[in-house]
């Protein structure tokens, strides 16, 4: 069965620090990655997208992620996160053009001073 | 401009009523979804409709009947409520059907049945 995991439920990070959001895919067919997040009482919206092509993909706000295809990881990063990344974080995935978006459980990134 | 609007964002009901929520969007896109995310946060898709037609229609009770009057207005109507379906019901959009088009979410809709 294709699916995404997202092993942490909470990531608590002090500012400044680096930071890496866990997503692994399981699929048997050539895959869309993508990371989207949600701030508080409001919808989500994309990070960055891994269709194709080169393997680091960067997003907005200085996050990016890498496709890995070998260990099926789309880790996202941040090299020095800010107090307003706290959010929640969601890996998804679909298996090609017309397929549904699946999403992850979520990962709730807590930035403290 | 807001691009994926929906309305109201709160709305508060008792356990077997009527009630919808409505959802335009002014991206020009041909595709919009509602998802459903409960209180662990966690998303899933309800329908999605193409051009006015509908393409998704995941195991939802029959309780919640999408309707589309055109390809900017995707509306969810609920009869009967129940307990459970309290939640934040999410309109999104986009450019082409699911894959590799990005999706465009409204800020949400939070429906509490007592």
């Known amino acids: 069965a294709q699916s995404v995991t997202q092993l942490d439920s909470q990531v608590p990070v002090f500012e400044e620090a680096p930071v890496e959001l866990r997503c692994n895919y399981s699929s048997s067919v050539s895959v869309y990655l993508f990371w989207y997040v949600q701030y508080p009482n409001q919808g989500l919206q994309l990070l960055l997208k891994y269709l194709s092509g080169s393997t680091l993909v960067k997003g907005i ?48 990134l807590q930035v403290t001073l | 401009d807001t691009a994926v609007s929906q309305t109201p964002k709160y709305l508060v009901t008792q356990m077997g009523n009527d009630k919808s929520i409505k959802c335009e969007q002014n991206l020009g896109h041909d595709t919009m979804y509602w998802y459903k995310q409960d209180s662990k946060k966690f998303l899933k898709i309800m329908f999605s409709y193409n051009n006015k037609e ?52 409204g800020n949400g809709t939070r429906l509490t049945v007592t």
């Open chain 1, 61 to 108: 706000n200085g996050f990016e992620a890498e496709f890995n295809k070998s260990q099926t990881s789309f880790h996202l990063r941040k090299p020095s996160v800010h107090i307003s990344d706290t959010a929640e974080y969601f890996c998804a995935y679909s298996t090609g053009t017309a397929s549904k978006l699946t999403f992850g459980t979520g990962t709730r």
């Open chain 2, 54 to 105: 509908l393409i998704i229609n995941e195991t939802v009770p029959n309780r919640f009947s999408p309707k589309s009057p055109d390809k900017a207005h995707l509306n969810l109507h609920i009869n009967s409520l129940e307990l459970g379906d309290s939640a934040v019901y999410f309109c999104a959009s986009s450019q082409e059907v699911q894959g590799r088009s990005p999706l465009h979410f």
